[in-house]
């Protein structure tokens, strides 16, 4: 019950373009940081595959940069897959961590910034 509610919030936010939350959900209830990492890459697979659709069929995108975007995002995503198998699972989580920390201070100071005129 508790991973199907898990789904929704991450589906919910997600669809709202906030992603990023089903790892940290998925986190807090023990589950490994491997694991947590290929559900979250399924759940994305699965959530672009609809949204690319969407919006396709309502001529929101541009072919030729999406295409070019996509070759070099699955190359990379190979790359690193095979490095994160690598990595020990307690080093794995720490970057992770330390990932989030700099997206939301990121986001913190955009937000700050856009707002301080």
Do not use: W
Not at 56 to 75: C, M
Request: one cysteine or more; hydrophobic letters at 60%.
């Amino acid at each position: 019950m508790l991973f199907i509610l898990i789904g929704l919030i991450s589906g919910i936010l997600s669809g709202m373009g906030l992603g990023g939350v089903l790892i940290p959900l998925l986190s807090l209830l023990s589950v490994t940081q491997k694991s947590a990492q290929l559900i979250n890459v399924i759940a994305f697979i699965l959530m672009t595959i609809l949204v690319t659709y969407i919006n396709v069929k309502n001529k929101l995108v541009e072919i030729f940069p999406s295409i070019i975007f996509a070759f070099f995002g699955v190359l990379s995503s190979l790359f690193f897959s095979f490095v994160a198998c690598l990595i020990d699972e307690k080093i794995l989580r720490t970057l992770f961590g330390f990932f989030l920390c700099f997206m939301a201070l990121t986001q913190l100071i955009s937000f700050v910034l856009k707002y301080k005129k």
